[in-house]
């Protein structure tokens, strides 16, 4: 079992910067991989970003590479995700996860229960 809680949420202006962090719960957090999602209002979760398990592989959804950088701390049990240049498109709420795969896949094990990121333009 393993439980998440996401911070770091807010509201930026476009352009700016916020990093979101989750803290998982548990002694098995290095064998997840762990990733971050997001959804808006009327639209079905989407993937944002993922890590392996000993941080050798990161995947980001086309809309946010080269912006968005996710990591992970094994010895912390923590993930975050840094995110730049920020638009306003990037508004949703966003959920960590964390999956017994290999890599993340679109329907994780474990969800936190979301963070509010609001992208002023």
């Known amino acids: 079992q393993v439980q998440l809680v996401e911070s770091g949420g807010g509201l930026v202006q476009a352009g700016g910067s916020l990093r979101l962090s989750c803290a998982a719960s548990?002694?098995?957090?290095?064998?997840?991989?762990m990733g971050w999602f997001r959804q808006t209002p009327g639209k079905e979760r989407e993937f944002v970003a993922g890590?392996?398990?000993?941080?050798?592989?990161?995947t980001y959804a086309d809309s946010v590479k080269d912006r968005f950088t996710i990591s992970r701390d094994n010895a912390k049990n923590t993930v975050s995700l840094q995110m730049n240049s920020l638009k306003a498109e990037d508004t949703a709420v966003y959920y960590c996860?964390?999956?017994?795969?290999?890599?993340?896949?679109?329907?994780?094990?474990?969800w936190g229960p979301g963070t509010q990121v609001t992208v002023s333009s």
């Open positions: 548990g002694r098995t957090f290095s064998s997840y991989a």
């Open positions: 890590i392996t398990r000993n941080s050798g592989t990161t």
């Open positions: 996860a964390a999956d017994r795969a290999v890599v993340m896949t679109t329907r994780p094990n474990y």
